[in-house]
Each structure stands twice: as C-alpha cells, then as structure tokens.
C-alpha cells in the first residue's frame, strides 16, 4: 500500500501505531468540507414570490434573510456549483483563480495600459460557485471609511449614511479578534452575535511583524483595527474565518437558512429577465441544456455582481439605449447599466533581499497538513495580510486614498504561477523567478483607494453564453496615474529601514520595453501605466442614484431589484466584501418593510395588540409599518400589554429601542 515504504515500515506495534496514525490523517481530510444545500426539484413554470439571481456574496446573504419570512417563497440560482475544499482551507485561496470556480473574466486590450501584461489585459477572476467571488476572496475583513458612506447618502439618501450601515455591519459580524474584543473602545463598533466571524489570528507571521516596524520607522501609526472610523496607520486584518475555515454568507447565512420556502438551484445560468409592460415578471434559464422560465410574483433580484448584473439587463432592455440598438435590442428603460465602472488601482512595487528575510518558524509543509487535519491550526489555517494607508496629504490624516499591501516571497517560492495568475506577462514572470532563485522577494502592491477614471461594462453580442466585455477604464484620468510616483517612491523606502537593510533589501526596476531610458518618475508613471491590474474589487455598473434607486430598484421598471457591490455608486476605501454583506443585509429589511413584514418575518398587518390591529392603531401609516414605531409612537399602548404581546413576536433589529422604551420589556 505504502509504495516503496514498506521495507522501512515495522510489523511490531509501532509500525502499525504509525501506519494507523498515518491512515486517520489521510481520511480525516473528509472531514474538512461542508454539507451544502441540495439543489431544488423544481417544474418548469413554478412561481415564486422572489426570484435571486446568483448566490454570492450578496446573494447568499439576501435570500438566507428572505427565506426567515415563513409565507416568502425563495427561488436563488446560480450558475456554478458546490466550492471545492480549496474553498475552505485559507491558504489555498490563490489556487481558486484561473480554475474552474472562476469566471476568468479579461479586460478589454486598450493600447493604453497594461503592456507589461499577458496580452496586454487585466484579469478579473470572479467565483462561479455557491458564495460566488465570497467563496474566492482572500477573507480580508474591511468596511471602507464613514466618509465614504457620507458620500452614498449624499447620492442615494441616508439609509446609506454612516450610522445606518454600521448597525448592519455589527448585525452580521460576530467579532472574535482578541485585538480588538479585549479592547472596548474598538468594541463600540463591533458585532459579537452576527453570523459571519471576524476571526483574528494568535501568531503573526514573522514577516508581518517586520513590515509593520517598517512603516512605523516611516511615520506610520501602528493601530490595531483596520475598520476603526476614522483612524489610519499601519495594522493587521481581520479576517472572514471560523475555526481554520473560511467563514462567508454563504457558508454563516445561506449553509443555516431553514426554510422548506427556499428554492435553491445550482449549475443553473440565468440568460435572461422577462420584463412585460415595464414589469420584471420572471427570469430564464438553462440547467443541463434545457430551458426553464420561473415567474415572481413579487420581484426579480439580481444579485449577479459587477460583471454580470449589467450583462443581465441588458438584453432584457434595461441599458444604454445606442449600446441597445446597436444590437437590436429593444429599449425598455434607457439607463446608463454598465458604465461607472471602477475598482481600486493595484501596481506592484518590487525589492529584493537576502535569504532569510522572510523567515518562518514555519515548518514544512507536510507538518503543516498533520496541524490543520488534527485541530484546523498552522499556515493553512490562516490569511494573513496588513496594509498601511495612506492620506491624500497630512492635513487629512483620517481618511486614506492609498494603500500599500506588502507580501515577503521566500526563495524558490512557486511564484512564477501565481505572477502570471495576477496577469503579468511571461517575460516579466519569468525576470522575477529568476531573481527569487537567488534572493527573496518582497512585492509592495501600492494602490490608489479612490480613482477618477471610469470604465464600463457592455454587451458582446446578445448571446447570453458570451463573456461581456470589459473596458477598465484604468487611467483614463490621468490624475489617477500622477499619484504612482510618490505611491511606489514610499513602498520602496521599505528598503531603508532598519531590518530590510541590514537584509541588504534593495530595489528592482524590473524591465519594462517601453520604459526604458527614462528618469526616476518618468518610469514610475510609465511601468505603472504597463503593469497597473485591477485590484478585484470592481464596483459601480448599477449605481445607485443612475441606475437603481436608495430602496436599489431599477429606475422605472417594476419589480425588480439590484442588490451586490455593482450597485455602489462610488467605491469605499478598502476591500468591498463585507460591503456587499451589508448591502444584502439592508435590501432584506427594505423589502421586508415594503411587504408589511416585521425585520424577522412577521407579519406586521396582521398583528394585534391587545385589542388593537395594525390597521386601527393611531399614527401609524401604513403599509410600511414597524413594530418598534408602533411602541414608539403610541402612548396608550401600556408596557404590560407590550410584555405579554412581545413573547409572540420575534425581534431583532428593534431590541436596542424597545428596551429604551421600557426597561420591563422582555424580548426573548
Ligand atoms: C481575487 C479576489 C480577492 C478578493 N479579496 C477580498 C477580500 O479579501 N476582502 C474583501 O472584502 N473583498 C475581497 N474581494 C471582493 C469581494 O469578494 C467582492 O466584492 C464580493 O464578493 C462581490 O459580491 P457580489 O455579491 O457582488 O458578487 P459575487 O460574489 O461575485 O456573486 C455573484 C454570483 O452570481 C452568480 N452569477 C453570475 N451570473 C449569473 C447568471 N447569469 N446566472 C446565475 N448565476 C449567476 C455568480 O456565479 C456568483 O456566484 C476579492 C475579490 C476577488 C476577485
């Protein structure tokens, strides 16, 4: 069995103790995975009170919440399958990209940027599975700063304001970060009882540890929460992962949703929305080559991301009306789906230093295997990333528009997949292999948080199977591709600080043909321009404010909706996942609202308390009725009635006002 082992292996008992030992590990590696809901029997035809078109991030999170209203009926679908184990084991999160789970979506060649690249475009991976990009992503939990949501309530009204979305932020995170839970000042702004864990992580990497004193010798604050309003430096993520397994919507909210009234059918690819007489009635879609229409008798939701969702409308008429007509479409709702198209700016920045600078205690890999399948600790385990951002100037030191992402590569790394993984062409790849032959690598992703330049999204031809195409939009103002100088300047003076020098670190001008011969700056802008990539955080094809509406319905069509991160108008600074939670978490208790439903699912219309309905209370307008208001706003109402009323009545949202109303409130 053990195939060239066996003459080493002892018959005696420890032979067998170490055979059997050797055989629990291997099978204990079924234990890492995860029962994931089981596809629907569905007939062609059925209807639905909600059709969710894609069950990502936001999607997933969308229709757990739905699915708590016992008389919703819920159909979600979505194109790919079940994640892989790499899914769920952190450390194998790069090697998710460019597979079978990802879209593998590319930018359109411009001739403008992005020469350094492999065929000169941008790649976009987004996840093609339940969890979508969430059961892809790198589990860095960010929320973007409050004056980027001062910005959205300017845009699209204050639901979207700072103080609204952090008490969606709190609702879904349980926070476990000993960092931040042993600090209360930091927990004014966290969640301990959501559904998603915030995990932390006890060992940081020795490399980690060695940037972080970097940028402190470079001016930075070292500061222990990445997500803490209006404070910047330098720190340590937090991350979307459970006892060793990444943690998402999927995983904490859809994997727990219990509701016979929840329809979920995977591998099946949405090719259109039927919109009749300005009304989203239905979608179609092929699972295994056949047909099926499926009709809503409330709303159609897309929640198919960035890419997808304008790829979406468009061919049922909701668009640019000349994009539109250029392909015979009939125009239904001329909205501008598909542009506003942007995303954080990535560049690397490069040093190279002696070996050792990366240095781990970590030790090797199949060392590594035996933790995680015994008790889900080590490398595996973990994701461990920090950035340091950076304000525009000093008189506005709390709010960043720059990032920098250092990573330590130690030598003879398999870097050279995961450089053409992230685009980079061959020769470039293969320059930086080499150099990790004999040195390590240090790669600095120096990024821009909040870029003027726009891109869009468009339709291919109108064939639903055909990619869209892409046009990143990537320095099409060139006041974005000014700010790369001073950015890569400062990720290089990481070569001078204490540590990295006495590594010898130093920096690489890797070569870049169309920059040659140039000065210091001049190649700056010139190698950013060639090797600028999408930081994979796209947003803004379904804005809010043009697109779709602050209760994110489609401007002008009835019944439906868009709820993912293409419906940002304007990107936060820092990494869009969380985000995108809160966005679904919000969406669910607009439409919850709209249909008369209290935020956990009941119905508000047909509730009585004592010898009052809903409908005969004083001050209250209907439909949009909430349970919290009511007690609010009605005086006659006596706490004791609200007592015994109250035990029948699930709440969540609303506990924190109740229990300022009455302190004899019970809520269970
Ligand atoms: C490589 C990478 C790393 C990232 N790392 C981080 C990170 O560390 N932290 C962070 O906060 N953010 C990160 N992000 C960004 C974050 O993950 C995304 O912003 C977020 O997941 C977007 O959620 P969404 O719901 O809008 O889209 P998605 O999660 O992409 O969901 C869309 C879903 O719709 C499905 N779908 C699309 N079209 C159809 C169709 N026609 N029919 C049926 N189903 C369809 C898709 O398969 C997918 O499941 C990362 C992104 C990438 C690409």
């Given at each position: 069995m053990v195939c060239g082992l066996t003459s080493c292996l002892g018959s005696g008992a420890a032979g067998g103790l170490f055979s059997s030992a050797v055989q629990f590990f291997a099978a204990t590696q079924?234990?890492?995975?995860e029962t994931w809901p089981k596809d629907s029997v569905l007939q062609n035809g059925s209807r639905y009170d909600f059709i969710i078109v894609g069950a990502g991030t936001a999607g997933s999170a969308l229709a757990a919440r739905l699915s708590e209203v016992a008389n919703f009926s819920v159909l979600l679908l979505e194109a790919g399958g079940d994640p892989p184990i790499e899914a769920i084991i952190?450390?194998?999160?790069?090697?998710?990209?460019?597979?079978?789970?990802?879209?593998?979506f590319t930018s359109v060649e411009n001739?403008?940027?992005?020469?350094?690249?492999k065929r000169g475009i941008e790649q976009q991976p987004r996840g093609k599975?339940?969890?979508?990009t969430g059961s892809l992503n790198h589990m860095v939990y960010a929320r973007g700063f409050p004056s980027d949501y001062h910005e959205w309530a300017s845009i699209a009204?204050?639901?979207?304001n700072w103080t609204n979305v952090l008490k969606y932020f709190m609702k879904t995170e349980h926070m476990t970060d000993t960092n931040i839970v042993n600090n209360p000042e930091l927990m004014v702004?966290?969640?301990?009882?959501?559904?998603i864990e915030v995990s932390g992580t006890n060992e940081v990497m020795f490399s980690i540890k060695k940037f972080l004193q970097a940028f402190e010798e470079l001016g930075f604050k070292t500061v222990p929460?990445?997500?803490?309003?209006n404070s910047i430096g330098a720190g340590c993520f937090s991350h979307t992962i459970r006892n060793g397994e990444r943690d998402s919507s999927l995983r904490a909210l859809l994997n727990n949703a219990?509701?016979?009234s929840l329809h979920i059918l995977k591998d099946a690819f949405v090719t259109k929305i039927i919109i009749e007489n300005g009304t989203a009635i239905g979608i179609e879609a092929v699972k295994d080559d056949e047909k099926f229409l499926f009709y809503a008798d409330r709303e159609v939701i897309l929640s198919a991301g960035t890419f997808n969702t304008p790829k979406l409308l468009m061919p049922s008429g909701v668009g640019p009306s000349e994009h539109l007509r250029s392909l015979g479409i009939d125009v239904v709702a001329d909205l501008p789906v598909g542009s506003n198209l942007h995303d954080h700016v990535m560049v690397l920045a490069f040093l190279v230093a002696d070996n050792?600078?990366?240095?781990?205690?970590?030790?090797?890999n199949s060392m590594e295997a035996i933790k995680y399948l015994y008790d889900?600790?080590?490398?595996?385990?973990k994701a461990d990333n920090m950035a340091a951002y950076l304000p525009l100037?000093?008189?506005?030191?709390?709010?960043?528009?720059f990032a920098l992402y250092p990573t330590c590569i130690p030598q003879f790394s398999p870097f050279r997949s995961g450089c053409l993984t992230l685009g980079l062409n061959e020769d470039l790849c293969t320059e930086l292999h080499n150099l990790n032959q004999e040195y390590e690598l240090v790669t600095i992703a120096a990024v821009?948080?909040?870029?003027k330049s726009r891109g869009k999204v468009e339709l291919?031809?109108?064939?639903?199977f055909d990619d869209p195409l892409i046009y990143?939009?990537?320095?099409?103002?060139?006041q974005d591709l000014d700010h790369f100088p001073r950015l890569i300047k400062m990720a290089w003076?990481?070569?001078?600080t204490n540590y990295f020098r006495s590594k010898n670190a130093r920096v690489i001008k890797p070569w870049v043909e169309a920059c040659s011969n140039l000065t210091e700056s001049a190649w700056i802008k010139c190698m950013s321009r060639a090797m600028v990539t999408s930081a994979w955080h796209s947003v803004g094809?379904?804005?809010?404010?043009?697109?779709?509406d602050g209760d994110l319905k489609v401007l002008g069509i009835n019944g439906l909706r868009v709820v993912d991160?293409?419906?940002?108008?304007k990107i936060i600074r820092g990494n869009t996942n969380a985000p995108v939670v809160m966005i679904a978490e919000i969406a669910a208790d607009l439409i919850k609202e709209h249909y008369s439903v209290?935020?956990?699912?009941?119905n508000l219309n047909n509730m009585t308390i004592g010898n009052l309905t809903a409908s005969s209370m004083p001050n209250i307008s209907q439909p949009n009725i909430n349970l919290a208001d009511v007690i609010e706003n009605?005086?006659?109402?006596n706490s004791s009635l609200i007592e015994v009323e109250i035990t029948n009545v699930e709440l969540i949202t609303t506990t924190d006002r109740l229990s300022d109303i009455d302190d004899t409130v019970n809520v269970a």
């Open positions: 079924c234990l890492v995975g952190p450390a194998f999160r790069e090697t998710l990209k460019a597979s079978s789970v990802d879209w593998n001739n403008i940027t992005s020469q350094a690249l599975m339940l969890g979508g009204g204050e639901t979207w702004y966290h969640g301990r009882g959501g559904a929460d990445m997500t803490y309003p219990n509701s016979t050792g600078t990366c240095v781990s205690d970590e030790a090797e889900r600790t080590g490398f595996l385990a100037s000093s008189s506005e030191p709390t709010v960043p528009e821009l948080l909040k870029p291919n031809s109108i064939n639903p990143a939009g990537t320095f099409s103002e060139e003076s990481i070569a001078d094809t379904a804005a809010m404010g043009t697109v779709v991160a293409s419906v940002m108008p209290s935020r956990t699912g009941t009605n005086d006659m109402i």
